[in-house]
Each structure stands twice: as C-alpha cells, then as structure tokens.
C-alpha cells in the first residue's frame, strides 16, 4: 500500500541517506500541502533533465581518463572546492560532464548527493538564465534532502511568495545557505557550459554562489564541490578570479596536447575497423591520417566519420578537404556572439601568413602607432604572459600550442571565408601590412645587416636579433604578401610608410636580409629601393615614380646593380613579374643587356632559361635594336636558345622562337651533340617534335656520340607518342642504321622491350615496302636468329606470312640453323616449336644440330637433343654426322653427348639392336 499523500515524478531513488538517483516517485505528507506548494512552484517548468537525458554516451572507454587525472580526483575526494575545466568547442566537455554525473551517482554506497545543470540556449529559451539554473538547482536539493527544503527553502518562500523565483540574488543567497548547512555533508554540482550564459548571467550566477559579500574574502559554501565545464569564457574567468579554493583544468596545455587525444584515437580507430567497405590494407592509414586531422575535436571527428561511413572511398580526398556540416555552425556560433575585440583578433588570425607567437601579438598591441591597438581591450597589461593567459581561458575559438596562436580547428580560417566578404579580409590585410610597415620602420638604426650570406652562417646572430626584434621576421617577410592581398590601391595608400622603410638603407636591408633567410634563400647585398619594389612587384608605385608623381627615393637609378650585378630588371624577369618587365621596357633608360656576375646572363636570356614566354615575347616585341640575345651556359656546355627551350620541355617558347627570325639558325645547330630534334626526341617531348618537324628540320639527322636518329631514340627510349609523330613524315627513314650496333629503329625497340613500339613500326614497314616487305623482314628475322634478337624474333614470328623456318638465303640456311651456329640458346629454344622443322638442311645437308656440334655449342646441342624429332644420325653431303663434325673439330664434350645416341663412323654399316635406321639427307628434304 502506498501511504497516505500526493505524488510527485522525479528521476531518481531514495537510499538510506536520502539521495536521490535514477526515477524516483516521492511522497509528502497531505498535511503539509503549503510545502507541497513550494516544490511545485520551484519545480514548474523545471525540466533540468532534458538536455541531460538527450547527451550521447560516451564511446566505449572515452572519458575514463577523468577517473586517474589528479585535479579531477582532487576534487572529488579533497576539500569543498570550485574547480573550471575549460577547453574548447567540440572537444567532449558535455559528454564528460555526464560521465563525471554517472560516476559520482553510482560510486557504490557512498551515496553522494550529486545536482547538476546543462545550460543550452538554442534548446530552451531561459535554459541559461542564472536565475532559471539557481531555481534547478535548489528543487533537486529540495527533492534529494527534505529536511533543507523545510529548513531553508520554505521559511524563505512564505517571506518572498513567488517573487522569489525571480530574485538572483535571494535564490543565490538561499543556495549558498542550502550548501553551508552542515546537516548533510558535502553536495557534488556540475554546471555545464556555462559560456553559453550570457557574460551577466553568468557573472550574476558565480558571484552569486562566490562572493564576497556573503562573507569575508569570498566566502564559499563549506559543502559544495562545484565543477563548471565551459569554453574559454572571460566572464567566468573574471568571476572566480584570485578565489580560494579553486581549480582550473585546460582540455590543452601550453605545448597543445589536450586531455582527450587518446579518446579521439579510439574513437577513429574503433569505427574505422568497422568500415567494411574499405579495404584492410588502407585502414592504418586513413586511421592516422583521421587523428592528424580531427586535432582534438570530437565534433569533427564524428561528423567526418559519418561522412567517411555513409561514402565510398572514393569520396575520400573529397570529404577530407571539405568542412563537415557540425564544424560550420559551431563557427557560426562563435562569430555571432564574440565581443567586437574577439572578432577583431579572428579577423587578424586569419589573415596572417603563418600562427603568431603570444610575443608577436603583444608586440604589434603595443607597438607605437599600432593600427591594432584596439585590442587593448583583451587584457589590462599588455605583458606576453597577460595576453596568453587571456586566450587561453577567455577566448573560444583559439587556442595556444608551444607559444603559437592557432585556432580550436585547423578547418576555422577555411569557415571564416565564406562567412565575411573579401572586403573583409582586404582590409585587414591592409592593417596588418601597415603594422609591419610601422614596426620596420620603428628598428633603431643600431640595428644592421648580419654578416652572412645564408642564414645558417649566422644563425646565433639572427636569433638574438629576433629577441631584442620579436616582430622583425614576421614583419620583414610577409609585408608584401599583405600589401598585394589589401587590393591594387593599398600599396598607394601606404606609401608613405613604404617610402620611410625604403629610404633608410640599414633598415631597407636588415629587412631584406630577414626576407630572405625566412624564404630560405641567400641574401644579397646592395638592393636599392627600385630593387625591392620591383622584387615585390609594386608596380602602382613603380609606374608613379616612373611619371615623376612621387618623390624620387635616394638612390634611384633605374639600372643600379646590387652586390652580384643584377639589376631590377633581372628581378622582374626571376620572378616572372609580366608587367613589371613590361613597365621596365617601356623606361628607354633601362639596360636590357646587363649581365650578372655569376651567370654572366642577361634579362632576356634569363627569361629563356626560365622558360617564361610570356616575358621572352615582351623583349621580343621591344625595339631589337636594345636586345642582345646570346648563347646560355651551363655546366660548362653552350647552347642555343631553341635547343634550350626543346630540352627543356617549353613547347610555348619553342613555337614561339621558331616564328622567329632571330633564332631560325639554331633549328640545325648542334649543341651537346645533337640537334633539338634528336634531343625531343630522345626524351619524349611528342608536341616540340612535331612542331620542329613542321619548321623543316632534318628528320633524319643524328646524335654525334651513338649515332642514332631521332626515330632511333625515340624507339629506344619507348617514346611512343614521338614514334608516332615521326612515322607521319614519309622522309624519316625507319630502317635506318647507326653504325655502330647497326639496328634500326624496329630493332632498338625490340631489344629494350618496347613491343607495341616496335609492332608499329614493324606494321609501317609492311605499309612502305610493299611487296618487298615479306623479303626483308624474313631478313629481319633471320638476322634476329643469328644475333640473338629474341625480342624481335617474337615480334617478328608473331606477324601473318612469317614462319620459323622462312627463309629466302642462296644457301637455304633456316633462323634454327643460325641460332644453332652461333650458339644462340634462347633463340634455339623458342624456335624448338611445332611448326619448325627441326632437321632442315642447308645446301650442303647439315642440319642444325650438325651446326651446334661442328661449332661446339654443349648447351644448344642439349637442348636440340632433347626434342624426339631431331634426326641426331642423320649425314650431310659428305655423308659426316653431327657425331663426326664435334669429332673432326676437337669438340669432345659434344662428342660425350652424341655417343649414347649415335655410332661411330666404323660402325655405321650396320644398325644396332634398338636403334632406328640410319635415315639419309635427301629423306629429311
């Protein structure tokens, strides 16, 4: 029988302590129905579990960590404390914070009574009002402990009647009494996500709970264990700021490992094992390639695992680079409700040419004339160590990783660009080029040029330079790329910053010099500023000066040489800056022809060896009477302008060279040995050949080293689209030979296994010859048998009309019988087939295997041997047998083979028991 009272619903279960856990119906007197009022009046709308019930669990094993690290722990056994565990956005806070509620509820019989609140605004409207959590939080207590409602809640209530319910303070004041009362022991509270309160709440909740007016030097409730889980949230960092008692665990430490690394890897690892669409042997990879990616975030992760899971492994690459659905709100979120000074330092972060220290940062705050000093508003003191500590516990999006900057996820910055327009980000870019500009400009003139060329030769130097200079090499190396990135008129817009930068010599090349270490390049000396203004292609500013509407800098002189003879114009042409060369060119007191020291090459030369068409054609197009086009060096060699475009694979250049008269001598002109067409060639460059070809160069021209022609190489070198090309022309020879293995074209493709090479051209061959082409290529073949050409032997056989034993010799010799003569072992097996006749005789009757013997061949004597169709008794003209043939000429070893099969001359008049008779040469015809 249930006992005399009203019911009400709540999750839970009494014990013997009166704690409440899992569904739970709760009883109360009829009589004292005035405190049934207060539970219902609290407990209205209080559906505290909601959001609870509806977190996911955690995946297998993930979240165990908590039990072992040594602050949760701490806070769970030690003393009444507040603890902040912070991190940030999608790393696992939430599903860790029901674990931490799980585990507590279910510690054996300790019974600890445990009260909680998840605080989510897009599910419940008032879900992150701090009087709606103080109101949560104190029904449970009241559902958990009778004896504190009726002690605490209810006096309160009949003082305050409804009103209560909306009072932070006094529901704050009542919850801090609940907690101090020693009746019960300690309470265990877990707030989670409290960054989703608005700064107010959330300082009106925490101070509320924490403050120093209910009591001396912040007074904390003697029985409540608080674990908050959050973001990087300043207002909850501001409120439990310099409070006692307290302990703040970051999801990342300083060097960027964080917490739950070993829950992401299980996590891929486990559900990457179950992708049965993936094959076996790509899954380790696609495993770690999965935890290099997710960097810590379980919302990544298990958006992209979805995806990875519900797509074939095609879809692979695709997805990997694409920013899951999950990752797109949560950055939506976290620009719709950052303060304008966090919005800022996103805007700045993204634009930045690599992750920023917190030095760097605090640099370009309090620099002199800093465009950002805005972002004074992050801390009160501008120290690197203040700044750090505010990002990290006070800055959502971004993260610290050994003193760099970087944000929660890699996949942010990619988010970011399509959430803002490109003016945006133009603008910014303009800030931050302006910062460097300012910080340059600021470097004391103590500050000079290292001695060294490479950075390697003063590297300690450099290194003390970048700490007295903590902006110096950021500053120095990515102005220009801001500069370009602000739009085409930014560079107008700062010029008076560039102009100081650049007018001061040691600054110009101390700046230089860190450009070029961080670009891994050597420095050179002796740049003036039309140099770093053509090197940065800045053409606005270039073209103003050019027209006398700016002050002409110090220095300026249109061909100045820099300290290894490279004028400006050398610059532009190196880094194929088009229309900085053609601004250059249009100046008639630019020197086109100015070598360098090193290379002894001028800009228009520079531009062949580059390969830049485009450029080669400006100088072409400029008066000829101001360019000097000479011949380029290299390792020592010389050579033409289109035999270097033809080497090096330019097909633009090459076709436009050849429209060329200036360069119509080089078509023939050999250098390295050969001709460009015979260089195409050999290396398979199909377009330049065939464009050579139609310029009339010699199609059959060889090199000077092998001899061979362009068809040859190209045969040899399994070039099949260049063999194509040249087999069009009806000139080039296909037979023809170098002299010194004497193959043609078929034959050097056959020889390196090039067989659909060497079909075609053996197929071309038919086509040009005719009715000669059975003769010849019966020579081909008997050749090949003679010299071993087993390659083209099979090639050859393989063709219609083409027979192993075709032949068309005065001397009726087969392929068999050459290959046995010259011991071609390979070459007699493969022609041991069924269509050979094994026992042909020549005109003089010997057989191939008389051949083999006479000349002493063991192995193809053995293998001829071996075939039951090979007449080993049979005589030649001279009535000699293949025995009698090894006999005369000394060949005893074949003479062995030969005895177990074969008599002796003295005993050919008669035929031994089980021997077949002795057959004759015209029988074998």
């Avoid at 009309?801 to 001397?811: A, F, Q, V, W």
Wanted: with cysteine; glycine share 6%; proline share 4%.
């Amino acid at each position: 029988m249930e006992p005399p009272g009203s019911k009400y619903s709540q999750r839970g279960k009494i014990s013997r302590a009166n704690v409440v856990f899992g569904d739970q119906k709760i009883y109360s007197d009829r009589s004292d129905s005035s405190y049934r009022n207060v539970i219902e009046a609290f407990g209205s709308e209080c559906d505290y579990d909601q959001v609870h019930h509806e977190i996911k669990k955690p995946h297998d094993q993930t979240c165990s960590w908590s039990q072992h690290q040594q602050d949760i722990r701490s806070w769970a056994d030690d003393n009444s404390s507040l603890m902040w565990l912070v991190g940030g956005p999608g790393i696992g806070k939430t599903v860790l914070a029901k674990y931490l509620i799980k585990s507590l509820q279910q510690d054996g019989d300790k019974g600890k009574r445990t009260i909680y609140f998840f605080c989510d605004r897009q599910k419940k409207k008032d879900g992150s009002k701090a009087v709606f959590i103080l109101r949560s939080l104190i029904y449970q207590c009241m559902t958990i402990a009778e004896y504190l409602g009726k002690r605490h809640v209810k006096p309160r209530y009949d003082t305050y009647g409804p009103h209560l319910l909306k009072s932070n303070g006094e529901l704050a004041k009542l919850f801090f009494e609940m907690m101090s009362d020693p009746g019960l022991g300690e309470w265990y509270c877990i707030i989670d996500a409290l960054d989703d309160c608005e700064d107010q709440e959330t300082k009106t909740l925490l101070e509320g709970i924490v403050a120093e007016s209910q009591g001396t030097d912040g007074e904390y409730p003697r029985f409540l264990r608080l674990l908050i889980t959050s973001r990087p949230c300043g207002a909850v960092r501001s409120a439990i700021l310099n409070r006692k008692n307290v302990r703040v665990v970051h999801f990342t430490d300083p060097t960027g490992k964080q917490l739950n690394e070993a829950d992401i890897a299980d996590y891929i690892s486990d559900h990457v094992r179950q992708f049965e669409h993936y094959p076996e042997e790509k899954k380790p990879g696609v495993e770690k390639q999965l935890i290099e990616k997710a960097g810590g975030n379980f919302t990544w992760t298990i958006s992209m695992i979805h995806q990875l899971g519900n797509k074939s492994p095609d879809w692979y690459n695709k997805l990997l680079a694409e920013i899951p659905s999950g990752m797109e709100t949560m950055v939506e979120r976290i620009v719709h409700r950052a303060k304008p000074e966090s919005l800022l330092l996103i805007q700045l972060l993204a634009v930045v040419q690599r992750p920023l220290s917190v030095t760097e940062l605090a640099t370009l705050i309090t620099m002199k004339g800093s465009p950002f000093d805005d972002l004074f508003a992050l801390v009160r003191t501008t120290s690197a160590m203040s700044i750090r500590d505010k990002i990290r516990f006070g800055e959502e999006s971004l993260k610290i990783c050994d003193d760099e900057i970087l944000f929660f996820h890699p996949s942010m910055p990619k988010q970011l660009h399509k959430t803002w327009t490109e003016d945006v980000f133009r603008e910014m870019h303009l800030k931050v080029a302006e910062a460097c500009l300012i910080y340059l400009i600021s470097i004391d003139d103590s500050h000079k040029p290292l001695q060294g060329r490479r950075k390697a030769d003063c590297g300690a130097e450099y290194q003390t330079v970048l700490g007295a200079l903590p902006l110096l090499e950021y500053a120095a190396a990515h102005w220009p790329t801001h500069l370009h990135c602000a739009g085409p008129d930014s560079a107008d817009r700062l010029w008076p910053l560039l102009e100081q930068s650049l007018s001061c010599e040691t600054k110009r090349e101390l700046s230089f010099q860190v450009y070029r270490f961080w670009h891994h390049d050597d420095y050179v000396e002796g740049q003036s500023p039309l140099h770093i203004l053509v090197l940065h292609n800045l053409r606005s500013i270039v073209r103003r000066l050019f027209a006398g509407d700016l002050q002409p800098l110090p220095l300026w002189d249109v061909n100045a040489r820099d300290s290894t003879g490279r004028p400006p114009l050398w610059w532009a042409v190196t880094k194929r800056h088009k229309d900085m060369v053609s601004l250059l060119l249009n100046n008639k007191s630019v020197d086109c022809n100015i070598r360098d020291h090193d290379a002894k090459i001028s800009p228009p030369v520079l531009a062949i060896k580059r390969g830049f068409t485009d450029i080669v054609r400006l100088f072409l197009e400029t008066d000829s009477n101001r360019i000097s086009w000479s011949r380029l060096k290299s390792n020592g060699r010389t050579f033409t302008a289109l035999y270097w475009a033809a080497i090096s694979k330019f097909e633009d250049l090459v076709l436009l060279l050849l429209t060329r008269k200036e360069f119509s001598q080089d078509l023939e002109e050999r250098c390295a040995s050969q001709t460009p067409l015979v260089a195409a060639a050999r290396n398979g460059y199909s377009e330049i050949v065939m464009a050579l070809l139609r310029a009339g160069a010699r199609r059959n021209s060889t090199d000077d080293d092998e001899r061979l022609s362009a068809l040859s190489w190209a045969a040899r070198n399994g070039q099949k689209e260049v063999v194509d090309c040249l087999l069009r022309y009806q000139d080039v020879d296909i037979y023809l030979r170098d002299p010194r293995l004497d193959r043609n074209a078929f034959q050097w493709a056959a020889a390196h296994r090039h067989e659909e090479i060497a079909s075609r051209i053996l197929a071309e061959m038919y086509t040009r010859w005719g009715n000669q082409a059975q003769p010849r290529c019966i020579s081909l073949l008997l050749e090949a048998a003679e010299r071993s050409q087993l390659g083209a032997l099979n090639i050859l056989l393989r063709r219609d009309g083409l027979m192993p034993d075709s032949t068309h010799r005065p001397d009726g010799r087969t392929a068999l019988s050459l290959a046995a003569e010259n011991g071609q072992t390979t070459v007699v097996q493969r022609l041991m087939g069924k269509d050979t006749e094994v026992n042909s005789v020549d005109r003089d009757g010997k057989t191939p295997l008389m051949w083999a013997a006479d000349k002493g061949h063991v192995e193809v004597v053995e293998v001829l041997l071996e075939s039951e169709r090979v007449y080993v008794d049979a005589v030649d003209s001279s009535r000699r047998t293949a025995y009698d043939w090894a006999l005369k000429q000394g060949r005893f070893e074949v003479c062995k083979l030969l005895t177990s099969v074969q008599r002796p001359l003295e005993h050919r008049r008669g035929a031994s028991p089980g021997k077949r008779p002795l057959p004759t040469t015209s029988g074998l015809r």
